[in-house]
C-alpha cells in the first residue's frame, strides 16, 4: 500500500502540466486519478488513497503546513465513482473517530483568528 513519506505530498498528487495550469488556479492537480471502471476494485483504491492522504496528514504540523483536503475535494469530479466512494468512507470514518483532535484543532485556530474558544 502506498504511503507518503514525511511532508512528501500523496501519489495521486500531481503538477499540472504547464498548458493546463494556466486553467487553474493552482499548478497542481490534488486528485489525479482515473477509475477502471470496476467499482468494487476503484472503492479499494479510493481506500488505499485515503489511507495514503491519512498518513501525509499525520506527517504534518497543520500550526505549519495547510490540510489539502479542500483541495483533494475542488480537483474532484462532481460524479463520483467507487475510487472517491471508497475514499470518503475512510476519510468519513477518520473524522468520526478523530473528532476531539477537530475540536481541539478548531479551538487552536480560532484562537489563532481572535475568536477566543467559539469554535466546536
Same mark, same amino acid.
Given at each position: 500500500m502506498p504511503q507518503a513519506?514525511? $511532508?512528501?505530498?500523496?501519489?495521486f498528487v500531481v503538477d499540472r502540466e504547464p498548458s493546463d495550469a494556466k486553467k487553474h488556479d493552482f499548478p497542481r492537480n490534488f486528485w489525479n486519478v482515473t477509475p477502471s471502471g470496476d467499482y468494487s476494485a476503484d472503492c479499494a483504491l479510493g481506500t488505499r488513497y485515503a489511507l495514503e492522504y491519512l498518513a501525509y496528514g499525520a506527517s504534518i504540523d497543520l500550526n505549519e503546513s495547510p490540510d489539502i483536503l479542500g483541495w483533494i475535494v475542488v480537483d474532484m469530479p462532481r460524479e463520483f465513482s467507487g475510487i472517491e466512494v471508497g475514499f470518503f468512507e475512510i476519510i468519513g470514518a477518520a473524522a468520526? $473517530?478523530? %473528532? %476531539? #483532535?477537530? #475540536? *481541539?484543532?478548531? *479551538?487552536?485556530?480560532?484562537?489563532? *483568528?481572535?475568536?477566543? %474558544?467559539? %469554535?466546536?
Open positions: 513519506d514525511s $511532508h512528501s505530498m500523496p501519489s468520526v $473517530h478523530g %473528532a %476531539a #483532535e477537530g #475540536e *481541539r484543532l478548531a *479551538r487552536y485556530w480560532a484562537g489563532a *483568528r481572535g475568536q477566543g %474558544a467559539k %469554535a466546536a
